[in-house]
DNA sequence: AGGCTAGTGACAGTCACTGACAATTGACAA
DNA sequence: TTGTCAATTGTCAGTGACTGTCACTAGCCT
C-alpha cells in the first residue's frame, strides 16, 4: 500500500489550483449567495481561466459539493468497517458519529470547518442546490442499502428491509440537518448533538414493539 | 361556488397557449431528450415568442412539470378527503389508487396520457429533472405529513410519526416508480399494478409485530 | 538537451434566462 | 359602435453558464 509515492509537482499543481478554486467558490458562494456569484469572479480570485474551472469542475454546482463529496466517501467506508454485530441502524449511527470525529483534518486541509459548516446551510437554503443535494443523497443511500444488505448477507433486489431501513435513517438525517440549519447554533458540536439525539431517539424506537407501544415513532398511527 | 363562469375569451386564448406549449415541450424532450432540446424548439413549434415561453414558465423545467403538478395538488385533494376511520398508510395507499382513476381525463385535456407516462420515464432517467423531482417530492410529503397529522389530531413539529409514515410511504412509491421505469412495461395499468403490490406488501409488514415476526419488510433486521 | 504530453489560456459560439419598450388585442364603458 | 384601459405578446439587447477548438506553456521522461 503506497498512499503516497510522491505525489509529482504537475500533481501537486493540480490539487493546489483546485483546492484554491474550492476555496475562493465557498468563500463567495456563502458571502454572497450562490446564485450572485458568477464564475468569473471565482476564476478571477484564483486567477485562472474561466476554461480551467470547468476543466475541474463539471459545473458552478459541481464546485458546491466538492468537500460534500469526501466527507460521503468517507462516510461509506466507515459504515463498511463497523463490527459485523451491530444491527444496520446501530452501524449506521455509530459511522456518522464516527466520522464527525474523523473526517474533520482532512476537510480543514482543504478549507476552514467553519466554512464547510457554512456551505452546508448554504445547501439547505438554495433550491437549486437543494434538489442537487437530494439528487446525490438518493445515490448515496443507494450506495448503502448495498453496504448494509451485503453485511447482512441480503439480496438488496429481493429483501426491501435494507433500503427501507437506510431511507428511514436518510430521513432522520435529512430532518435533523434541516432542523440545526433553522436554529441559532451553527457549530459542528451543535448538529453532532442534534444528530444524535435524533438517531437515538428513532433507533431505539424500531427495536421495541412497534405494535404495542403507540409512542415510539413508529408509523402505523391512528 | 361557481367553478366555471365563463372563462372569456382572452383567458380561454392564454389556456390553449400554455397547453400547446407543454405539449410541444412534453413531445420534443420524450422524442429527443430534455437536453438536446431547446426553447427556440419548443416555441417555433407552438409559433410564439421564446419571450412568452419564459411568461408562462419559470424555466425549461418548469414545462417538464407542469402535468406532475396537477397530479400532485389532486393527490393532496384526495388524501384529505379520505375517510377518518383509515389509517394513515391505508388512507395514502387508497387515496394513490383512486388517483389513478379520476385524474386521468383531466391529465387528457392537456396531454395524452401515453406522453404523461414517458414524461414520467425522462425525469426518472434526465439527471437534472431527477433533482428537480425529488426537491419538489419532499415538499410535497412535507404537505401531505402536515394533512395526516391533522387527520390524526397531532402536532407535525413534535410527534414525528406522520413524517417518518409520510417518508416511508414517499420511498416506497419513489421505489415502485422507478422499477416501473426499470421495466419493460410502459402502461398505465402496469404503474398501478407495481405500486399496489409495494404498498400492500408494506402495510400490512408495519401493522404486523415488527419485533417478532422476522419476514415482513423491517428495519430493524440483523 | 529535447521530444512528448498534460494542463492552460484565449476566443468564439450556443443556450437558458431577463429587463425594457413598443405593438397588439381582448374587455368594458360611454 | 367606438374609444380607452389594461393585459399579452413580440422584439431587441444583454448576462451568465457552459463547450469546442487550437495554439502554447511547462512538467516529465529518456
Redesign the interface.
Known amino acids: 500500500m503506497d498512499t503516497a509515492p510522491r505525489p509529482g509537482l504537475r500533481e501537486r499543481k493540480k490539487r493546489r489550483t483546485r483546492d484554491a478554486l474550492v476555496r475562493a467558490a465557498l468563500e463567495l458562494f456563502t458571502s454572497q449567495g450562490y446564485e450572485r456569484t458568477t464564475v468569473d469572479e471565482i476564476v478571477e480570485a484564483v486567477d485562472v481561466s474561466q476554461r480551467t474551472f470547468f476543466r475541474y469542475f463539471a459545473g458552478k454546482e459541481d464546485a458546491a459539493f466538492a468537500v460534500q463529496r469526501m466527507s460521503e466517501s468517507h462516510f461509506v467506508e466507515a459504515v463498511r468497517q463497523r463490527p459485523a454485530h451491530e444491527?444496520?441502524?446501530e452501524a449506521l449511527r455509530n459511522a456518522v458519529m464516527a466520522n464527525w470525529d474523523t473526517i474533520g483534518e482532512a476537510i480543514e486541509a482543504v478549507v476552514p470547518i467553519e466554512l464547510h459548516m457554512r456551505t452546508f446551510q448554504l445547501i439547505e437554503s438554495t433550491?437549486v442546490l437543494?434538489?442537487?443535494h437530494?439528487?446525490r443523497q438518493?445515490g448515496l443511500e443507494e450506495e448503502i442499502a448495498r453496504v448494509i444488505a451485503e453485511r447482512?448477507g441480503?439480496d438488496v433486489d429481493a429483501d426491501?428491509?435494507?433500503?427501507?431501513?437506510v431511507?428511514?435513517f436518510g430521513?432522520v438525517m435529512r430532518?435533523a440537518g434541516r432542523l440545526w440549519g433553522a436554529g441559532d447554533d451553527f457549530s459542528v458540536a451543535a448538529l453532532r448533538e442534534l444528530t444524535a439525539s435524533h438517531l437515538d431517539?428513532?433507533i431505539p424506537a424500531?427495536?421495541?414493539?412497534?405494535?404495542t407501544d403507540r409512542s415510539g415513532?413508529?408509523?402505523?398511527?391512528?
Open positions: 444491527t444496520p441502524l433550491p437543494l434538489a442537487a437530494l439528487c438518493e447482512e441480503l426491501p428491509r435494507p433500503r427501507v431501513a431511507a428511514l430521513g430532518l431517539q428513532v424500531l427495536a421495541r414493539d412497534w405494535r415513532g413508529v408509523p402505523d398511527t391512528r
